[in-house]
């Protein structure tokens, strides 16, 4: 094939959310599925009875009102052709699945997370309390199994329901363990990895038998035992009841007569599920960031003017948890968009360019803004983005309010200094940015979405003292909540150890990011976490040409998934003159430190018009060679071979420490 530079991909937006009747058409096929996973998942301490209750109210409870999450495809799931056995070996995998399953997932380990003080009695909050099906006079009960049986149930039974649900999402759902971290993470558990690496212990040694197991009638709620309840005590229980019932009519004829008044007095008071209550969103302390080992979102005191309006922050929550209409809502890929699960924190509440905005964070996952505008026509907007993982410079910053061609960013606390420069200007220094005592940021330019690329505005910030982590570096605008990390590794020394991504604010980055930096548009919108130029080798250009490099940048994501551009910087009188974009890779691990072996190629026009074959590997290459329309080899990590413009030509390396590479395109 020839070496050629290859078209750009558009990002996909994401996909619109699934309606009522794709969700009910997932829930109903894999009904007993879902039921299987919710019983696994549910406390113990509930007793079997009301878990099967429980397992049939989670599960049917999934069913959205009007919407569920995004996914990533919209169309109904056909009517499942596998026998029952397929149906016990092989998880779907499609969209509306995942999104019920996330819901079940999500309600089910809710039942875990209590409060101390709530009665025993009493599971879970009113919001999550089996509702139907309702069962009076009989006791339910899965079909008893053997001991291997019961020792696995006791065994479930002593961990928790994070390291539950991990356990029988792989052997029920056949998910490996990286989908099993993300999909807890989606959830709302705290330590996914930790879960994970828990869940791996039970079963052992034999984990088939294990499977097995845990497919048998010990764990089916759909197919149960039944037995009477205690009969003397539900005779006297009718009778109570009967007084009751009178006493009831009596309070309710009041309740109804005062019902409105404290509607009227006590805002807020319609909402009933504790995650959508204004009173219940965590607010961290001012200086807390100064004193903990976790710096990251949870660490931001909440800030703005309007932090206490429960009415603005009752309409924020309301939209997240059921948006009208009127409201506007985008998630950047690899987002949920479900209702909080806990109550979220809140970061600020405040007027920023005529508009009322709230930035809300939901347990170390997404962090979500919400804005209204203060005046005029126009609906709401609701943005949510994943940030999970996020520590100082990725946790740093998030986009307040964008207006035309500028934005503001909402700082951390832990930002001492910031400055703006123009990556395409590497050797003009930072120009001080204006912070207000909120931390919102004067208006700052925009990378322009299309048209020429004249300018890349970047923030330079720099992290206080009093965390130990006085450095300076740099985050960029891709559209997204949070701003892109850039970083930079340097080319490799002689017999130097591989080098790691540093900070691209010296000299060295700056001129390498100047001739990059345009690439980053076609990053725009992605969910990019941080993007790092590698320069990976340095070659010496044929008839006694100047030195070119090799850089690979590449943009990791929130979600997990990198991108990769191979671009090559052949040498020029412009510093910002941009690069040769020679290969565009998506999904891959290549460029980080699990794929850190790299070779690619291009065709080069010498000053004299004759054409060649450029190849360039990482430091651990030793040979290349080239086949097809052209054959050649060359010791060590380059090669140039002339060949014709439109020569079709099979690169591929060798390395030091054994194994042959392929060439990226």
Request: proline residues 9%.
């Amino acid at each position: 094939m020839p070496i050629h530079p290859p078209t750009q991909r558009s990002t996909i937006a994401p996909s619109e959310p699934l309606a009522v009747k794709q969700a009910e058409a997932a829930l109903v096929e894999h009904y007993p599925r879902l039921v299987r996973l919710a019983y696994v998942v549910l406390p113990p301490s509930l007793g079997r009875h009301r878990r099967v209750l429980a397992a049939h109210t989670v599960v049917q409870r999934a069913l959205p009102v009007t919407r569920t999450a995004p996914a990533r495809t919209a169309q109904v799931p056909a009517q499942s052709r596998r026998s029952p056995e397929a149906e016990q070996t092989k998880a779907p995998a499609s969209a509306p699945y995942v999104s019920m399953r996330l819901r079940v997932l999500r309600t089910a380990l809710a039942y875990e997370r209590r409060p101390r003080w709530w009665p025993g009695r009493l599971p879970v909050p009113a919001a999550l309390r089996p509702t139907l099906p309702v069962v009076w006079g009989l006791r339910l009960f899965p079909r008893a199994g053997g001991v291997d049986e019961l020792a696995l149930d006791r065994a479930l039974s002593e961990v928790p329901g994070a390291v539950r649900a991990s356990f029988a999402l792989q052997l029920l759902d056949g998910l490996p363990e990286a989908s099993v971290r993300e999909l807890l993470a989606e959830a709302g558990v705290d330590d996914p990895a930790g879960a994970v690496r828990r869940a791996a212990r039970l079963g052992r040694p034999d984990r088939a038998a294990a499977q097995v197991l845990l497919r048998s009638g010990e764990f089916d709620p759909c197919t149960v035992q039944t037995r009477p309840s205690d009969l003397l005590r539900r005779r006297h229980r009718v009778r109570a009841a009967a007084l009751a019932a009178a006493l009831c009519v009596v309070a309710g004829t009041l309740a109804v007569a005062v019902e409105k008044d404290v509607r009227d007095e006590a805002p807020g008071a319609g909402v009933t599920v504790p995650a959508l209550d204004p009173a219940a969103l965590l607010r961290t302390a001012a200086e807390q960031w100064a004193d903990t080992s976790r710096i990251d979102f949870t660490a931001w005191p909440v800030r703005g003017d309007r932090r206490g309006d429960d009415e603005l922050l009752g309409r924020a929550l309301r939209a997240w948890s059921e948006p009208s209409g009127n409201v506007k809502v985008s998630t950047t890929p690899g987002t949920v968009g479900v209702p909080p699960a806990q109550p979220p924190r809140l970061l600020f509440a405040g007027e920023v360019d005529g508009a009322a905005v709230v930035l809300l964070h939901d347990g170390g996952v997404r962090v979500v803004r919400y804005a209204e505008p203060l005046a005029g026509g126009g609906g709401a907007a609701l943005d949510f983005a994943r940030t999970d993982d996020a520590d100082v410079t990725t946790g740093a910053a998030v986009v307040v309010s964008r207006t035309g061609e500028k934005a503001r960013f909402l700082l951390a606390p832990w930002i001492s200094e910031t400055t703006t420069r123009d990556l395409l200007a590497p050797d003009t220094p930072g120009r001080p940015l204006e912070v207000g005592p909120d931390g919102i940021t004067a208006p700052v330019e925009r990378p322009a979405a299309g048209g020429g690329c004249d300018a890349w505005p970047v923030l330079q910030l720099r992290s206080s003292e009093r965390i130990v982590e006085n450095h300076a570096f740099l985050v960029t605008d891709l559209g997204d909540l949070a701003p892109a990390h850039l970083t930079y590794t340097p080319k490799p020394g002689r017999g130097a150890p591989a080098r790691q991504p540093r900070e691209a604010t010296g000299p060295e980055a700056l001129l390498a990011w100047a001739r990059t930096a345009c690439s980053l548009r076609a990053l725009s919108g992605s969910g990019v976490r941080a993007v790092n130029n590698w320069a990976f080798a340095e070659q010496r250009l044929p008839e006694g040409g100047a030195s070119a490099q090799w850089l690979c940048t590449r943009a990791d994501t929130w979600r997990g998934p990198g991108r990769v551009l191979v671009q090559f910087l052949q040498p020029t009188a412009s510093p910002t003159a941009p690069a040769a974009v020679v290969a565009d890779r998506n999904d891959t691990a290549l460029c980080s430190r699990f794929g850190q072996h790299i070779l690619a190629g291009t065709h080069w026009k010498a000053d004299s018009g004759r054409w060649y074959v450029l190849a360039a590997g990482s430091r651990a290459v030793n040979r290349i060679e080239a086949t097809g329309q052209v054959r050649g080899t060359a010791g060590g990590p380059t090669l140039a071979v002339r060949a014709p413009r439109d020569a079709s030509v099979q690169l591929t390396a060798r390395l030091r420490e054994g194994g042959t590479l392929a060439a990226v395109r």
